[in-house]
Structures are given as C-alpha cells and as structure tokens.
C-alpha cells in the first residue's frame, strides 16, 4: 500500500481581479491594468467598477481561450460612461453580475461584445451580451436573464446548443437568425 502526502503542495486556487485601467487601459493580457498586476487566467472571476469611470471604455480580450467563473460591474455610476468587452470568446463557468449603483445605474448598462460560451449554467443579470454579431453557445446549459425596461438582454446574433433561456426580466430583445439555437 502506498500512501501519498499532500502536506507540502500548494493547490491553485481562482484569483478575484479588478480592472484599474492603469496599464493600456485596455488588453486583459496587459498585467498593469489589473489590480494584482496578473492577468486573468481560467477559473478566475474579473470585476469592472463604474466608481470614478470619466469616459466610455472599449476593453479587449485578447486572452485566447479564456474561461472565467465570474464577471461583476460593481460601484456608483455617476455619469453617462460604461463598459464594452470585446475581443476572444469567452468561455463562462460562473455568473455576470451587476450591482451597480448611483444616479446612472438603470442607463448605463455594460456590454459584453465577445462570444460567449456557457461551460455551466450561468446567470446574467443587467447585462448586454451577444450584441455586434457576437454569438451566444449555450451548449446544454442554461442562461438565465433578469433585468430592467432600461437594459435589458439583447442578443442579435446566433444562439446556439439545446440548452434553456429563462427570461425573467423585462426589455428583453433576442433577434438574429438562431438557426442552431433547439
């Protein structure tokens, strides 16, 4: 019989990231733009804060094969700016969130302008996804949708996989051709 000792190994374990825009303020390879000077890496869950946001801001993933357990939108939207991930699919095994406060919080709702591929069922709650020809991969998972008139779900491109859409907020908008969507 042998016996295996673990006491010494140190597992990986997901990393929690935040978007600070220091580095080109825009690539999510660029390690200066997060706040633990580390890119994403699969497992981890990335936040997006509206606290102090000054202009729009386009964000490109240009991580090949990136699978991340969570994206938040997270702090006080006190102005007309938000979010628009662009760039790589990205493959998700946890939810989009946004808990977004302020003034502004019903009008500026982030965009996620990237394909997205649902490794696990994933909630998204007042988010945009699937919009500028991005396509949506359901796979045998679930999405399920919450929102407000004022967001909204848009997706305009193609859903695909025999997974469930479970809409249940209001201001919904699913158009495209969703020809592989059953």
Known sequence: TTALSFANVQFAS?????????G???????????????????????????????????LNNDISGL???GI??????????SYTIQGNDIT????????????QADYMIPTIQANLILASNVAVNKANIGVG?????????????????????????????SGALNLTGTGINVRGTNSSYT
């Not at 997901?14 to 220091?22: H, R, V």
């Not at 200066?32 to 997006?48: E, L, R, S, Y």
């Open 67 to 69: 699978s991340l357990d």
């Open 92 to 103: 998700l095994t946890g939810d989009v969130t946004n808990t977004v406060t302020g003034a």
């Open 133 to 161: 020809g991005a396509t949506l991969a359901l796979g045998s998972n679930a999405l399920t949708y919450s929102g407000s008139a004022s967001c909204g779900l848009t997706i305009l491109s193609d859903i695909s996989g």
């Open 72 to 81: 938040s939108f997270t702090g006080n939207a006190s102005d007309y700016y």
């Open 14 to 22: 997901a990393a929690s990231l935040t978007w600070t825009g220091a």
């Open 24 to 58: 080109d303020g825009t690539d999510f390879s660029d390690t200066a733009n997060w706040n633990t000077g580390a890119a994403p890496q699969d497992g981890d869950v990335v936040t997006f804060s509206f606290t102090g946001l000054t202009a729009q801001r386009v």
